[in-house]
């Protein structure tokens, strides 16, 4: 009896995963229930090498920068001790949150909103002698600063980019020009439209050259 209850609980499981996998693979109800998270295959994807936090400020018109997230009334802690902002790694929130902020207080007049992330490897996670005696150094911590949004004072984005991890995924594909010849090694065709030849209209600006600036480094 035991033994047949082992293999149901085997079959069971590996069912739901392969359930799981199906429902992501072809998009099937991947949505219709919170429960789906646990078993979609999505799940275990994206995990990054990288802890990330975003830092918020204002640009003043005398060259001052303001901390406009979190407000002068304090954050909001929905788990644990991270604020609500760090919840909201695309960034498709926090420019209208920091303009609520400069709504309701007094400033100087703002120039743009910036938010920078700050991206640094979850190995300096570690306790100092965890990291210690895992990499026989003392632990000083390497963090890379990369302006992710920029955007007018009422919200308006005037610039926007992916995640550290993204732009470093798409720099290493780009600057690799084997794989870029091959990437275009029987590619099909597409006839476009005269109206839409512009390159802009199928690729964002901010994605489409590699050449371009893009990424504010430092420690």
């Not at 640094?120 to 990291?131: A, G, I, L, M, T």
């Not at 600063?145 to 980019?161: I, K, L, S, W």
Request: glycine fraction near 6%; charged fraction near 20%; charge should be neutral.
């Amino acid at each position: 009896m035991k033994r047949w209850l082992t293999h149901l609980l085997i079959c069971s499981y590996l069912g739901a995963l392969s359930f799981g996998l199906f429902s992501h693979a072809v998009g099937l109800n991947t949505n219709c229930h919170p429960a789906m998270y646990y078993i979609v295959w999505d799940m275990y994807c994206g995990w990054s090498a990288f802890e990330s936090r975003l830092h918020v400020i204002g640009e003043g018109e005398s060259g001052d920068y303001y901390e406009l997230l979190p407000g002068p009334w304090g954050d909001v802690y929905p788990h644990g001790s991270v604020g609500r902002r760090q919840y909201d790694m695309p960034a498709n929130h926090v420019v209208k949150m920091a303009a609520a902020t400069l709504r309701h207080t007094r400033h100087e007049p703002i120039r743009q909103i910036i938010v920078v992330e700050e991206a640094w490897p979850k190995k300096y996670n570690f306790r100092d002698e965890v990291y210690l005696e895992r990499y026989g150094e003392p632990k000083e911590r390497q963090s890379y600063y990369f302006v992710r949004v920029m955007a007018t004072p009422e919200g308006d984005y005037t610039r926007r980019q992916p995640q550290w991890g993204a732009m470093l995924s798409q720099q290493a594909v780009a600057n690799n020009p084997r794989l870029m010849r091959e990437a275009t090694v029987d590619r099909t065709f597409f006839a476009i439209d005269p109206d839409d030849r512009n390159r802009s209209s199928i690729v964002p600006t901010s994605y489409s050259s590699p050449n371009v600036p893009q990424a504010t480094i430092g420690r």
